[in-house]
């Protein structure tokens, strides 16, 4: 590997042939947007997911945006979730008017720890809180059962923010797999198409739903709140007429990102299956080496967007790898120490989330990362380790 020039990302998008034959044939169709390929998209994930229903969108932060809109969040509500996110997990409550508090994540999972939600929503007056964002970190599913019971204890929606974990699940009380997205236990899941997600359309997101309601109203929101439906208008004045019923956005997505959509959406297991690969691979050459991979551990239910160790020294580590190519990435920045919401909510500490960020590093991921490279990145990683000072 280093007798040549390397670059090894810690994720990057596969596409392939069948991926650019069918852009260009969406390119060459009669739609560029709003076409039958979106139809055929948001059916295929719902059924990938297993959900009722799905709504393709520009990008995961609008899914987020109008996840948040379709329940209601308006000035005044406050909402619950996690520090190791990306902050859109956040300021979609904002957006709205609301505002975001922060529990605290539990250190074996990297995950937001239900106990500490629950000491919050047990602090606070009664009616504080309408609702938990739980997002599934690196790719690990939260246990939505667990958090399904604690909002209905209190009267609260869910939004899960599945970006990282399209094919993943989580197992139930009853021993049956409940894949993320899959609407049993969330009102509204979340994902992704980022380019170094499971799925790629350059940008672009799904909100998936099992509830009718929640759907019509995310599919009059992505569209400025404009419907041509007749059973929905309160006058009808031919076939150009539309009425606009709410104030919404122009969150679509594009055909050509549908079909892309469409054909990643065939090899997602395939990748799926690649990224665990990967993944055993990091846990056996890290076992007995004392490289801390904790909430990395092999999971079957894990969807392994990231494959996050943690080491002191992190930086030194970064930088080293970085000079031998090999390019990582912190996931994340706790969002609560961020300077806008620092402002917002000064003196407030996480030390478990806090912890995981001063120590924590995303390997290379991703499905074509060859059993090669992924050598060179656990002997420069060990190397570096062994040897630092």
């Not at 919404?248 to 549908?258: E, H, I, K, P, S």
């Not at 943690?310 to 000079?323: F, H, S, T, V």
Request: charged share 25%; hydrophobic share 40%.
């Amino acid at each position: 590997m280093e007798t040549k020039k390397v670059h090894i990302p810690y994720g990057k998008q596969h596409i392939d042939a069948k991926d650019i034959q069918a852009v260009i044939e969406a390119l060459q169709s009669d739609f560029l947007t709003q076409g039958p390929r979106i139809k055929a998209f948001e059916d295929a994930f719902a059924a990938y997911v297993g959900a009722r229903y799905a709504v393709a969108v520009s990008n995961g932060t609008a899914a987020l945006h109008l996840a948040a809109m379709a329940l209601g969040v308006q000035k005044g509500d406050r909402v619950i979730t996690t520090p190791i996110t990306f902050a859109a997990s956040a300021n979609c409550i904002g957006y709205c008017g609301g505002e975001t508090d922060f529990a605290d994540i539990d250190p074996s999972t990297g995950l937001l720890d239900i106990n500490k939600v629950r000491a919050l929503l047990e602090k606070a007056p009664k009616g504080t809180y309408k609702g938990i964002i739980p997002v599934d970190f690196a790719g690990k599913a939260v246990d939505l059962e667990a958090f399904r019971q604690l909002a209905d204890e209190f009267g609260l929606w869910i939004i899960e923010d599945a970006c990282h974990a399209p094919g993943g699940y989580f197992t139930d009380s009853k021993g049956q797999r409940q894949l993320c997205g899959n609407g049993r236990f969330a009102d509204l899941s979340v994902f992704s198409f980022h380019p170094v997600k499971h799925i790629a359309c350059g940008e672009g997101g799904m909100i998936t739903t099992n509830d009718q309601d929640l759907y019509n109203k995310l599919i009059l929101l992505r569209t400025h709140g404009i419907t041509k439906n007749p059973a929905l208008m309160h006058e009808n004045h031919g076939d150009w007429y539309y009425e606009m019923l709410e104030l919404g956005y122009n969150y679509r997505l594009t055909d050509f990102q549908a079909a892309l959509g469409l054909t990643q959406l065939e090899k997602a297991d395939a990748g799926l299956a690649a990224r665990q690969r990967i993944a055993r691979r990091y846990d056996e050459a890290f076992a007995g080496t004392g490289i801390d991979n904790t909430i990395a551990k092999f999971d079957e239910g894990h969807a392994y967007h990231l494959y996050v160790i943690q080491a002191d020294g992190r930086k030194n580590l970064y930088d080293r790898l970085k000079e031998s190519g090999i390019y990582t990435q912190v996931h994340y920045i706790p969002v609560h120490t961020l300077p806008y919401y620092k402002e917002k909510m000064p003196g407030v500490k996480l030390p478990a989330a806090e912890g995981l960020y001063a120590r924590c590093l995303s390997l290379p991921m991703y499905p074509t990362l060859s059993e090669e490279e992924q050598e060179y990145v656990i002997e420069k990683i060990m190397s570096i380790l062994q040897h630092r000072t």
